[in-house]
């Protein structure tokens, strides 16, 4: 059946494909920032590809992408950026990250290269795995297992909840467990379950930890306790959601 679609309409969805493997060009200045030490950077540039992630999908259903190309899948091309965004580039954050205290580097993950690579790689496998789950979202869309978010993870570790390194290795294992316990983790824009109070509270979470990586090393304390107070709502929804 010959494609009926007009040659605006079709520049239009191949932009909203381009837009969305754009999100690996952000992946790629992560990574240089990472390598030059410029960690507040690579969040910066973590945060945008996540905003396009997040927006993606709303303009291809605006513009109709999968009926106007149905040879392209864009899903496709989300998962190779997600994985790069959500767990290789968190994974090199942990194994590089310090912060600098009188005038000492103190680092997210034991000093040990093989402490950290082990820790990493853990991350990586048990991420790898998850995105062969089937299905990895339920019908009423709630991702199934913690989802491969190490983004938030890493930010938190650095930015917000500063523990020990080795605290650090324990609390990477316990959610790359959490990946294969089937609680129900809140998709807060698509959720209908609390859904503005879920948009409510995360929009608090994005504008404070923004406002966290704007001031940095400088942050008011009074944003990391905001930031750290939506945590015990997340895991509170998680826990209705999967019991009630």
């Known amino acids: ?82 994985f790069a965004t959500y767990a290789i580039i968190p994974a090199y954050f942990l194994y590089e990250a310090f912060w600098v205290i009188g005038g000492q580097n103190h680092h997210l993950l034991p000093e040990n290269n ?50 020990d390194a080795w605290m650090n290795v324990l609390v990477i294992i316990i959610f790359a467990i959490l990946h294969f316990i089937p609680l129900k983790w809140a998709y807060p824009s698509q959720n209908k379950r609390f859904k503005y109070l879920n948009l409510g509270v995360g929009t608090i979470f994005l504008i404070t930890n923004g406002l966290i990586m704007f001031y940095y090393p400088n942050e008011p304390i009074y944003l990391r306790y905001i930031s750290a107070l939506t945590l015990p709502y997340f895991i509170w929804n998680t826990l209705w959601v999967s019991f009630r």
């Open 1 to 82: 059946m010959k494609n009926h679609y007009s040659l605006s309409q079709k520049i239009a969805a191949w932009s909203v494909h381009l837009f969305t493997a754009s999100g690996i060009i952000f992946a790629l200045l992560a990574i240089i920032a990472i390598a030059h030490h410029e960690f507040v950077d690579c969040m910066f540039y973590l945060v945008i590809a996540f905003i396009i992630d997040g927006v993606d999908g709303t303009l291809a259903r605006k513009f109709k992408v999968k009926e106007v190309l149905p040879y392209m899948e864009g899903k496709n091309i989300d998962f190779v950026i997600d």
């Open 114 to 163: 093989t402490v950290k690579l082990i820790t990493t790689s853990i991350l990586l496998l048990v991420s790898a795995i998850y995105y062969g789950k089937e299905p990895m979202v339920s019908k009423d869309m709630y991702f199934i297992g913690f989802p491969v978010m190490w983004n938030a993870v890493a930010f938190y570790m650095f930015f917000v909840i500063r523990l």
